[in-house]
């Protein structure tokens, strides 16, 4: 398959942040230095005609470095054309700038993503938890987190 | 010197135009809304973390609990999702592709049938309510006989549906969608020339196209802006692309356009589902992978490699190869998507579900802010919001 269009314009636009580019099934990724990621997107937005951004969400890689992943997941409401960016997360520093200034319904997502992964994201305007109740403490979604809850008996059934 | 001052009041989560437990915290200056803040969560139950720690298979009934209004496109969308993570899009038979075609649009109507009642009853249109129930009713009837339950359906499998449609249901199905436009011209005969109905959602909650992507709406919510986009049609799936339909889109950007899209969007499914009936032909339900699909149960008892199959699908699951892939499906409310990563174990690594209404309810504060708070509540309504979706 060839390459996906916008990639080789974000390749030339910004040589040293794309550092790798994955194609699974059709589908598009790539991995950017989380340094620009404004910056990219709104390059995608702007130039690309990447409009809308379908999901962003958390990915916690438990055990490899770096830990968390964040994936913004582009689409383009003229051409219909997906792009998959995936932003690596450092355990020590979970911080990533905001892209809600890009595309407003980031907004929500970046909130979710720091409620149940515990990215949280600079500059963004109201970074509250959204699912959880304010006072809840943890981030369920990250692999050590129990399934069961925390200072509870690990279930000692059949999972499947 | 008298002064003014805003007041602050509670809607939810238990007013009954919130469709479920959602808190809307309004500011108020007289009865105009100044600041509108939803709260979410209330049915938050954790889908995705458990999804993590079940097979692939026993995922499928938890997606109907998402939009517990339109279940069998959760299923199909998380199907589809899977189906091409394992590289087996293309195996899927003919007979099971449209019977997935004709039960995704019947849970359209089904679900714009509870908008359509729950809107109209929150501005005070009672009539209607009765009568889009009454039709719904036939719709669960059916759902009921093909797949066992009236709500919680499960009725999509990886690789195809769980059984064929049961005998004389080409002809139910067939009548209902015959019938159907006929109840449509009777809520229009209730509605659409309804001076009261007009008054109260013409120019109400307005989002213009550029803002409506902006903030991520899809589906009815954002056709109703002018935006000529559907993804059975733009990014087809179930071979969607061979079907005659025209995409509903209203450039009014209000409640009243995306009243008229939605209507449209009953009366085109209809027309789908006459044209996938048509196409029916005999034949498998399920794909020839029996690494993945369960074998039908004569083979379980009869052959040594149906029980093999049945035993190790049942207690392993199957393995796809690593990887990730991202499946939208246009759910009656929006786009609904399933990320899915494996790491080529038998349960997703993890699985992000991109809920339609979780982003549609995001507008709801700018299209809310300004207007009067009887209008919040129309606006709810065209939302068509559903909090186990948004919650999940």
Redesign the interface.
């Known amino acids: 398959m060839s390459e996906h269009a916008a990639i080789a314009k974000l390749k030339g636009k910004f040589p040293d942040s794309i550092l790798d580019v994955v194609e699974?099934?059709g589908?598009t990724?790539a991995i950017v230095k989380k340094d620009e990621i404004v910056a990219i997107c709104s390059f995608l937005k702007n130039d690309e005609g990447y409009?809308?951004?379908?999901?962003l969400?958390g990915?916690?890689y438990l055990g490899k470095t770096p830990r968390f992943m964040v994936?913004y997941?582009l689409y383009n409401?003229t051409t219909?054309e997906?792009l998959?960016l995936k932003v690596p997360v450092e355990e020590s520093d979970p911080t990533v700038d905001t892209v809600s200034g890009v595309?407003?319904?980031a907004?929500?997502?970046e909130r979710?993503c720091w409620d149940?992964m515990g990215v949280s994201f600079n500059n963004h305007p109201d970074l509250r938890?959204?699912?959880?109740?304010a006072d809840w403490e943890g981030h369920?979604?990250r692999k050590d987190?129990p399934?069961q809850g925390p200072d509870r008996e690990p279930y000692q059934g059949r999972?499947? | 010197m008298a002064t003014t001052e805003t007041m602050t009041i509670n809607m939810g989560p238990q007013h009954p135009s919130t469709h479920g437990v959602l808190q809307l915290v309004l500011e108020l200056d007289g009865e105009t809304v100044v600041k509108a803040t939803p709260h979410i969560g209330f049915l938050h139950r954790g889908t995705e973390k458990i999804a993590e720690h079940r097979t692939y298979h026993q995922v499928i009934p938890l997606t109907d609990r998402l939009d517990y209004l339109a279940p069998m496109h959760n299923n199909l969308g998380y199907c589809l999702a899977v189906e091409k993570l394992l590289g087996i899009t293309d195996a899927i038979p003919e007979r099971a592709q449209t019977i997935r075609v004709i039960m995704a649009e019947l849970t359209r109507l089904k679900s714009h049938l509870v908008w359509l009642a729950t809107h109209a009853l929150d501005i005070g249109a009672m009539t209607v309510f009765i009568y889009c129930f009454r039709e719904r009713e036939e719709i669960i009837d059916i759902y009921e006989k093909v797949s066992g339950a009236r709500m919680t359906s499960s009725y999509m499998r990886v690789g195809g549906v769980a059984a064929d449609l049961p005998d004389g249901m080409e002809k139910q199905i067939r009548d209902f969608v015959n019938e159907m436009p006929r109840h449509i011209d009777t809520y229009e005969g209730l509605l659409t020339g309804n001076k009261i109905w007009q008054k109260r959602i013409m120019g109400v909650g307005r989002i213009t196209a550029e803002k409506a992507i902006d903030i991520g709406l899809s589906g009815p919510a954002v056709r109703g802006s002018g935006v000529d986009w559907d993804l059975r049609r733009d990014n087809p799936y179930c071979g969607y692309e061979n079907y005659d339909f025209k995409v509903a889109v209203e450039q009014d950007c209000d409640t009243w356009a995306r009243y008229r899209v939605r209507l449209t969007e009953m009366r085109e499914s209809c027309k789908i589902i006459r044209q996938a009936l048509d196409r029916l032909e005999p034949g498998p339900v399920l794909a020839d992978a029996p690494k993945v699909c369960l074998p039908p149960k004569k083979d379980v008892v009869n052959t040594i490699e149906g029980l093999i199959h049945h035993f190790k699908i049942i207690s392993e699951g199957f393995k796809p190869e690593a990887g990730e892939i991202y499946q939208g499906v246009e759910n009656p409310k929006g786009e609904v998507g399933y990320y899915l990563i494996s790491d080529g174990s038998p349960k997703p690594y993890r699985m992000k579900v991109r809920p339609a209404s979780f982003v549609n309810l995001q507008a709801l504060p700018q299209m809310v802010e300004g207007s009067l708070i009887a209008d919040a509540v129309a606006i709810i309504g065209t939302l068509d919001v559903v909090l186990g979706e948004i919650d999940r």
């Open positions: 699974f099934r589908e990724s409009n809308f951004l379908t999901d969400c990915v916690d994936v997941h409401v219909h997906r998959r595309w407003a319904t907004n929500w997502h979710e149940l938890r959204i699912l959880l109740p369920p979604l987190y399934l999972l499947s």
